[in-house]
């Protein structure tokens, strides 16, 4: 593994080797749109905070650079920008000479150029301006395959209870390629249409600020139970006391005030009156709408952020709630919300916004790198192979269940000699344990066998 971590790193060092290809050689700038020139105004160099004596230094002769501040830089990369600086532009109609791009050639010559550092700070402050992106989904849309991995994973690692009471995973309920598929009032073209869902969900977000993964973490999971894992977009049963005014969207709206209260704002679709409710089912843009809508009002990403999952569920459910029974659906929005931290790249540790707040701090010993180990988030599944359930090859250690994690943890702490195939049933009892083990170097602790200790089948 760390031989093939080690050639990765080496083809991306040789990738990079492009300087011999390039000396000497003609650079052709793309062809221009707009015919007509303008004239370049040097830059003020003012503007970013440099003194126009400062920009003939560079990092090697500049003292400014060799020695701390004794105060906070004015212009570090939290300060706001300056106020532009409105420049007059001389166009004039280009003559045949002017027309003629002049050739530019890269040097021969390994010249080090140099940025004042100021300089391209506060440069990039301008080019992101809408906030860091990186590989989680801050201020970065979602692409259709991005939305189908993260619904798929959500589904297949959330649970229901068959009529047998069988514990099975949601993808049985709904297949990996369906979508709305019980909402018979959308367009046909809508259902099973995951670029449709991407597309609206995307816009949706920008429009009411939902920009963080955390907010759209929490959204999603309450969306999940909202929408009955993606599939409808309204509330069941017709015996509500606020019938016609029963959940729908995204987000549910409920309750006749709220459907005044988004018809009342100026550019909003009509939904109060008649049956105008009915639109909220018919359109995946209203029901995004109405939903995101709801959220911004009652500010549900305040709670967002704070990753608080009782918050976000109770102001959307039930805002008077008090613990955790009085709000529909909280175990599986609890559910749904740590699977999708787990589909949002392993959120909050590789959140370019919030990973700062939970960083990856491990001691020494076995309980200490079986707990980093755990936080990789690797998937549930149950092996019934020996192999894959003892060795420690890539296949093996992909998934797995909890007996073979407390199995491997008693190989690392050195209880048994090799990791062992023991089920959880075998862990019910200190003797059936001790037996599946081959060791009596084990005692479960005080009133471990009582039925609320025994581990669930």
């Given at each position: 593994m760390k ?14 080797m ?22 370049q105004t ?17 990092v ?9 501040p004794?105060e ?7 300060a ?52 860091p ?14 939305l189908?991995?993260?619904i ?18 949601i ?22 249409n995951?670029?449709r869902?991407?597309e ?126 009085q ?47 755990a936080d ?30 407390v199995?491997?943890y ?6 048994t ?5 023991v089920?959880t ?27 609320d200790?025994?581990p669930?089948?």
């Open positions: 031989q093939e971590y080690l050639d990765a790193l080496n083809t991306q060092k040789i990738d990079l492009f300087w011999e290809e390039l000396k000497g050689k003609t650079y052709t700038a793309p062809e221009q749109e707009n015919k007509n020139i303008t004239k040097p830059i003020n160099l003012e503007a970013f905070g440099i003194p126009a004596t400062q920009s003939q230094s560079n090697f002769n500049d003292p400014g650079l060799t020695a701390l004794d906070a830089i004015e212009n570090d990369i939290h706001p920008q300056p106020d532009p600086i409105e420049v007059e532009e001389e166009t004039e109609t280009p003559t045949e000479s002017e027309d003629t791009i002049p050739e530019r050639v890269f040097p021969s010559a390994d010249d080090i150029f140099h940025f004042h550092p100021i300089a391209f700070i506060n440069q990039m402050k301008l080019m992101f301006a809408n906030g992106t990186g590989e989680c989904f801050c201020n970065k849309d979602f692409t259709t395959e991005d189908k991995r993260i798929r994973y959500v589904r297949y690692n959330t649970f229901y209870r068959d009529a047998k009471n069988r514990k099975q995973h993808s049985l309920l709904h297949k990996d390629h369906q979508l709305f598929h019980a909402s018979n009032d959308i367009p046909s073209s809508d259902q099973n995951f670029d869902l991407t609206i969900l995307n816009t949706s977000f920008e429009k009411r600020g939902i920009t963080k993964c955390s907010h759209k973490i929490h959204y999603l999971a309450n969306m999940y139970v909202e929408t009955q894992y993606f599939s409808k977009l309204e509330e069941d049963g017709n015996n509500h006391r606020y019938m016609p005014y029963k959940g729908r969207g995204f987000i549910h709206i409920t309750w006749d005030t709220n459907y005044i209260a988004y018809s009342d704002v100026p550019g909003h679709e009509n939904i109060f009156g008649g049956t105008n409710y009915k639109k909220v089912t018919s359109s995946l843009e209203l029901a995004a709408d109405t939903g995101s809508w709801f959220w911004e009002t009652n500010k549900v990403n305040e709670f967002a952020e704070k990753d608080d999952i009782f918050g976000t569920s109770k102001t959307i459910n039930n805002p008077k709630a008090t613990k955790t029974s709000v529909n659906g909280y175990k599986m929005r609890r559910a749904a919300w740590i699977k999708f931290k787990e589909a949002f790249n392993n959120y909050p540790y590789n959140c370019v916004t919030d990973a700062s707040k939970n960083p990856r701090e491990y001691g020494e010993g076995v309980l200490e790198e079986m707990r980093k180990w990789e988030h690797v998937q549930y599944t149950m092996e019934s192979s020996t192999p894959l359930r003892t060795k420690f090859d890539k296949a093996a250690l992909e998934k797995l269940d909890c007996s073979e994690f199995c491997r008693l190989h690392k702490l050195g209880i000699d090799t990791v062992k195939h089920s049933g075998d862990m019910v009892t200190q003797e059936s344990f001790r037996t599946a083990l081959g060791s009596n170097n084990i005692d479960h602790i005080d009133n471990s066998e009582k039925s200790f025994m669930q089948r």
